[in-house]
């Protein structure tokens, strides 16, 4: 077995090798595999991106699986490096799985998991946070008042946009979008506008439902329109929040035309990933449009922003933390050892990766399942049947 750099080991008798290349929150994870006869070890390396060739170390001659994350280049080089050790399994921390080439995955039989069903409400609040905190420039008031600039009230001290009333656009309805969409709604009274391949077809019916529950309460009913075009929705929102999947389809999917077809003072919202959108365009758009606000938590070539991003005082940046919540975060952690301990185990697939609950409670041993692996079809995986 090839020296691994730095780290840290628990049950170094287990049978199953699994590697985990960054500490996760929460020790339940460690639990989980220590009881199942695993070796877990853990790299702990204090350099924040460790490179191909760190996780070919890591991995050395003999490893069962490996725990990543989403800032590992995860093809070739690596699966055939984990198959060669013996390895099958692979877990993301994450939900997106764009840093996976999951067609090399699928050459060395190697199963690729992923985290849903634990990150969507977290996630959705951020995007809320940063869409209230771009409205009403929280973070350039509060920047104000540190620098002790404030000396009393006046009328035009950081007028930012109301909310209520006003239409929410939300471009990839999935679990993500749908969550955020339903608390700018329900927190705000904001109307809905949305654009997605695919009918959302339960936000829908919750639009309608809280509409009549306000009318009935004699207040102004909120309203629900499925775009037909993108654009459509960026001529018409007030606040839009990207939440599609990143794929060839949606790298820039906003760019220098989309950005000059919404409104002057429209706020624009990232929590997806960063290449969705075309950031020198959107610096370019944020100074000649002064009243235009944007809330980013993912940049296209983290950990980097593109020049003149940071001077911009109408940008609130913050650094991809729209999963971290203590309850997610352990929830990833957890739901990324089991994926991987399944296919060690030879357990099934679990047969619905978004009703992740029995896998979380701590009080139950979970389920004999891998909650999530994303290429169970290619690899004709059984699935659960429970
Ligand atoms: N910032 C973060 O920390 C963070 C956390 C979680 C997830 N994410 C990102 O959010 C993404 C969405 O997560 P989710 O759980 O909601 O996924 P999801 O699969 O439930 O939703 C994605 C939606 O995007 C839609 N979509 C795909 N291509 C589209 C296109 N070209 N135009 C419009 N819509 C399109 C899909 O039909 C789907 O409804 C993830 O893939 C991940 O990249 C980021």
């Not at 339940?28 to 006869?37: A, G, H, V």
């Not at 001529?235 to 389809?249: E, N, Y």
């Not at 919404?262 to 990933?273: D, F, G, Q, T």
């Not at 983290?302 to 020049?307: F, G, L």
Request: aromatic fraction near 8%.
């Amino acid at each position: 077995m090839a020296k691994p750099v730095s780290i840290e080991v628990w049950n170094p008798n287990g049978k199953y090798r699994v590697i985990s290349t960054k500490p996760m929150p929460g020790t339940r994870w460690i639990n989980l595999l220590t009881q199942q006869d695993c070796r877990v070890e853990i790299c702990t390396l204090t350099k924040t991106i460790l490179s191909v060739e760190d996780i070919i170390a890591l991995i050395g001659d003999k490893c069962d699986g490996v725990i990543g994350q989403l800032t590992e280049d995860w093809g070739e080089t690596l699966f055939s490096a984990l198959s060669k050790a013996g390895g099958t399994a692979f877990s993301n921390m994450a939900v997106g799985y764009n840093n996976v080439d999951v067609n090399a995955a699928n050459k060395y039989g190697v199963a690729v998991g992923n985290t849903p069903g634990v990150l969507t409400e977290t996630t959705a609040e951020l995007a809320a946070s940063l869409s209230v905190s771009a409205a009403r420039r929280i973070v350039e008031a509060d920047e104000f008042m540190r620098a002790g600039l404030y000396d009393g009230w006046l009328p035009h001290l950081f007028v930012g946009n109301l909310l209520k009333g006003q239409t929410v656009g939300v471009i990839g309805a999935g679990r993500i979008g749908s969550a955020y969409a339903r608390m700018m709604i329900e927190g705000f009274k904001m109307n809905l506008i949305y654009y997605d391949l695919y009918q959302a077809t339960r936000l829908e019916k919750f639009v309608t439902a809280y509409g009549q529950f306000l009318k009935a309460n004699g207040e102004q009913p909120v309203t629900w329109k499925r775009a037909s075009s993108m654009d459509e929705v960026l001529q018409q929102a007030d606040v839009i929040s990207l939440h599609p999947i990143l794929d060839k389809t949606t790298y820039h999917l906003i760019n220098k035309e989309r950005l000059s077809k919404m409104k002057k003072e429209a706020i624009l919202v990232n929590c997806s990933r960063g290449p969705v959108v075309d950031e020198t365009a959107l610096v370019e758009h944020l100074k000649q449009n002064p009243m235009f606000r944007v809330g980013l938590d993912v940049f296209e070539e983290e950990p980097y922003m593109k020049p003149g991003l940071a001077d911009m005082k109408n940008a609130i940046v913050v650094p991809h933390i729209a999963s971290a919540s203590k309850w997610t975060r352990e929830g990833m952690a957890t739901l990324a050892a089991l994926n991987v301990l399944g296919k060690i185990k030879g357990y099934p697939v679990w047969s619905d990766p978004n009703r992740v609950e029995p896998f979380l409670n701590e009080n139950a041993p979970p389920p004999a399942a891998s909650p999530s692996i994303v290429n169970a079809k290619s690899l004709s995986l059984p699935v659960s049947k429970m």
